[in-house]
């Protein structure tokens, strides 16, 4: 993967129960939002079959400035039993989540775009920046 065409987040472990600090972690959201408007997808059980409570999930987390920003500009997702339903297979995309079902890990394997799937590790307080990191190493 050269470039990056969509990015999908998790939540509950990815953004709110964390190791990594709420700045940093806002950090990496901002990052998204100024770098790859249009391009972010909400992958996690607080936006799902045509259900967007990513709001009320963030609620609480960050200044309400800050979450009204990302539930305008982070597109929701539509999926079933295993998250890839949702993924754009033909893009070039980094999913962003802690844990992947042995389902959708055979989805992406058979799509061969395992490679998109980046693992956060909840209990590392620098995963944040990791991943920003990770994403400032893209060029468009």
Known sequence: ????????????????????????????????????????????????????????????????EFVDELYAKVLPTEWGALKTDA??????????DDNLFEAEKAVLEQ???????FKMNPRDPVMAKKALEFLKSFKD
């Open 111 to 117: 799509n061969y775009v395992l490679d998109g799937f």
């Open 1 to 64: 993967m050269q470039k990056i065409d969509k990015i999908y987040f998790d939540i509950d472990v990815v953004i709110r129960a964390t190791a990594s600090p709420k700045e940093d972690v806002m950090a990496l959201l901002r990052y998204c939002l100024d770098s790859y408007p249009g391009k972010i997808y909400w992958l996690t059980t607080h936006c799902r079959s045509g259900v967007n409570h990513t709001d009320f999930a963030l609620r609480g987390e960050f200044p309400d």
């Open 87 to 96: 993924i754009d297979m033909d893009s070039d995309f980094v999913w962003f």
